[in-house]
């Protein structure tokens, strides 16, 4: 996959200690990793570099709003995300990422490209249930919720049918279980 310039940071001139970079995560972003589960996206990204002699601390802070769609009603709403994730950067022989949270450079390396990470700790900080707020406290009005509670099954109706229709064999079987 190709990179995006934006989330390569070059750190072969910065001093040691922290170094603060600030990003704007839109839907282009995710649409450059054929995501499209979000309407629209507007996240807010904070990175924190702490450049050492022999490693790079980083912390990424991220908060905002990304555009989804319930899954009970399927309406759009406005889901807010937010979320840290840290990765250490070590310098190596070659380039190794299959640890997560541990990305290996090779030695001489002068930029690392967050991009990846970034992907991934916002894609993970989705709610697995997305559900509109308003389906909550009963303030959203939609047909699929009304149809949906007019589909609604009534628990007394059900169980005296089900008395009411039991054949008389299987009443007389079920004796034969609780005479044990």
Request: charged share 30%; net charge negative; with cysteine.
């Amino acid at each position: 996959m190709e990179e995006l310039k934006e989330f390569t940071i070059p750190f072969i001139g910065l001093k040691l200690g922290e170094h603060r970079f600030n990003f704007e995560i839109t839907n282009t972003f995710f649409e450059h990793f054929g995501y499209d589960e979000f309407d629209n996206a507007n996240i807010k990204l904070d990175v924190l570099l702490d450049k050492k002699s022999t490693l790079l601390d980083i912390s990424l802070n991220f908060e905002g709003p990304v555009g989804v769609n319930c899954d009970i009603t399927n309406e759009p709403y406005d889901q807010g995300l937010s979320g840290t994730y840290h990765f250490v950067v070590k310098f190596g022989e070659e380039y190794n990422d299959e640890n997560e949270d541990l990305l290996i450079l090779p030695h001489g390396s002068h930029e690392v490209n967050i991009q990846q990470y970034v992907y991934e700790s916002i894609v993970l900080a989705v709610p697995t249930r997305k559900i509109h707020p308003g389906v909550g406290d009963g303030t959203l009005k939609s047909e699929i919720l009304e149809k949906l509670e007019e589909l609604r099954p009534n628990g007394s109706n059900d169980s005296e049918k089900e008395n009411e229709d039991t054949d008389p064999r299987w009443d007389e079987l079920k004796k034969l279980l609780t005479d044990k």
